[in-house]
């Protein structure tokens, strides 16, 4: 015998945990391909839209500046001729602040650098010497990094230098554009006001910000991967840790425009997408999971059911139960063949030794047992039956007078006689030495008399070779439902067999009709 432990795993919960793991496995790895292409897609669209959004904008500025520069360089040339005139200077740059919102304030300076007209008149520049002197040396158009005017503003600084007909330099005319206040510049970047997280800011040659969608970052120093890689470059992309950032310069100013993105917005619309592709999966899931568990079901009933019939191979129905399990697999196929064969042999085993169990070795008829369960069976089923008590007579005699194998043969000839003289369905019993039993269902009382008397005179009238002629006695009773005991018709019966042998011996004595049984009990 096996001292290992069975197993408790069914190979139904095997196939289903193998397949469920597979498509969980299937399912993660293809929802991290679809995320991560997704995430890569989404990035690489976001730095493109922002690079050509602040490419755009830079387009913008540039062209606005260029035209700012234009009008100053037209109002130096009208100035030239008439420098020392303040009054037609005056009007010129009068003309030029009320042409449109380019400009806060416009000045002109000498050569030295001293403001020599300016409007408005409010600021008071007049006689002040320019806070940035850049211009004065450079002597060329040039638009200033961003710096405090005199006025205290923050402002970035237009200027064109007027020249006088023979090629000397006079002095300049500037336009400041003030970063804190409604001009034009302002118009044009806050028209590109975006709603997606996005925000973009400007920024002069020294990384300080000029137009920022928050104003209290304006005019400070933004010293950031982004704003270092900007204004190195004309036009590009950069994600950082935390923001998804397109660049572009403005060449006329050396300024950098940048559109940037936080990643977390990106992460948000990815977190979404990935919610929708999941959502999308669940019905799918849902029949997956419906069809692994038919596969594993199909696969596995067979040999489920294969091995609940291999444990009950005694039982008669086992031999057709499993010739009726549809196989699917050799493999099935084969299992079920060998247990069809065991179920055979096995039956025939318990069938052959059933009726050794059951029958008398000497006669080969029905021993007690094989009487008693058949009469526990016609009771179950209401069926009345009748008893023929047979019993050779002085029987001892015959064996002392031919020995005892001679005995044994006549035993066998009377149990041959007893069979030919009964029915089919009536069993003939050997119960003791030389004592016999006929059970004849749904037999009258009648017939069974007759078959007794039958089997009397067929048995007095045969040769028996080793022992010539025996004769018997018997005794007839008949039991019914709800009639007497099983007990008390055997005693009667026995009864009866005694009266025959009183009587004489040879004869059958028959239980009188009518009469109960414990009239023969006395
Ligand atoms: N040959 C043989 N004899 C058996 C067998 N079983 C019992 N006997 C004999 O059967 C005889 C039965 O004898 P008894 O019951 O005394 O009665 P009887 O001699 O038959 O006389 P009555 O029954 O009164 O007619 C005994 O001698 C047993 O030895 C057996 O299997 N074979």
Not at 497 to 507: F, I, P, V
Request: charged letters at 20%; glycine letters at 6%.
């Amino acid at each position: 015998m096996s001292t290992r432990k069975q197993p408790r795993l069914k190979l139904r919960t095997l196939i289903l945990l193998f397949a469920l793991l597979s498509a969980c496995v299937t399912l993660v790895n293809s929802l991290w391909v679809i995320y991560t292409v997704q995430r890569d897609a989404v990035i690489s669209d976001v730095l493109e839209d922002n690079t050509s959004y602040a490419y755009r904008i830079s387009v913008s500025v540039d062209q606005l500046l260029s035209a700012d520069l234009s009008r100053l360089d037209y109002s130096a040339d009208r100035i030239a001729g008439r420098f020392a005139e303040q009054g037609l200077v005056k009007e010129e740059i009068s003309r030029l602040l009320g042409q449109d919102k380019s400009f806060n304030s416009v000045l002109v300076a000498d050569a030295k650098g001293n403001v020599l007209v300016s409007v408005p008149a409010s600021l008071r520049l007049d006689g002040k010497p320019l806070r940035d002197m850049e211009p004065i040396l450079r002597r060329s158009v040039m638009i200033s990094n961003a710096f405090r005017s005199i006025a205290g503003n923050l402002v970035v600084f237009l200027s064109c230098p007027v020249t006088a007909a023979d090629g000397s330099y006079l002095g300049l005319v500037g336009g400041s554009v003030r970063l804190d206040e409604g001009n034009a510049l302002h118009e044009l970047i806050d028209q590109h006001v975006r709603h997606d997280g996005a925000f973009v800011y400007i920024v002069d040659r020294t990384g300080r910000i000029l137009f920022h969608p928050d104003p209290t970052h304006v005019g400070t120093i933004a010293d950031d991967a982004v704003t270092r890689t900007a204004l190195r470059s004309t036009q590009g992309s950069l994600q950082t840790e935390e923001m998804l950032a397109g660049f572009a310069s403005v060449p006329a100013a050396g300024w950098a425009v940048i559109s940037q993105q936080p990643l977390s917005t990106t992460n948000g619309e990815l977190q979404a997408l990935m919610w929708k592709v999941c959502l999308g999966l669940i019905p799918l899931g849902i029949l997956a999971g419906i069809l692994i568990m038919g596969a594993g079901t199909y696969l596995s009933s067979p040999l489920a059911r294969l091995a609940t019939f291999a444990q009950q191979l005694d039982s008669r129905e086992s031999y057709e139960q499993i010739r009726a399990i549809p196989v699917r697999f050799i493999e099935e196929w084969r299992i079920r063949r060998a247990l069809l064969q065991s179920a055979s042999l096995l039956q025939e085993k318990i069938s052959h030794l059933n009726q050794q169990a059951q029958s008398d070795a000497l006669t080969g008829l029905s021993n007690r047992r094989a009487m008693v369960d058949a009469i526990a069976g016609w009771q179950r089923a209401g069926v009345a039956f009748a008893v023929i008590s047979v019993d050779i007579d002085h029987f001892k005699r015959v064996n002392d007078t031919w020995g005892h194998s001679a005995g044994d043969e006549a035993l066998r000839v009377l149990a041959g006689l007893m069979r030919r003289c009964a029915r089919k369905s009536d069993l003939a019993c050997r119960v003791g030495g030389e004592e016999f039993m006929l059970l004849l269902p749904a037999a009258s009382l009648a017939e069974a008399a007759e078959v007794a008397e039958r089997l009397r005179h067929t048995v007095e009238i045969t040769d028996i070779e080793t022992v010539g002629r025996i004769t018997i006695s018997a005794g007839v009773a008949r039991w019914q439902p709800n009639g007497e005991s099983t007990a008390t018709v055997f005693e009667a019966v026995d009864r009866l067999l005694y009266q025959a042998k009183e009587s004489g011996r040879n004869a059958v004595v028959v239980q009188a009709p009518d009469s109960p049984m414990s009239s023969f009990l006395q």
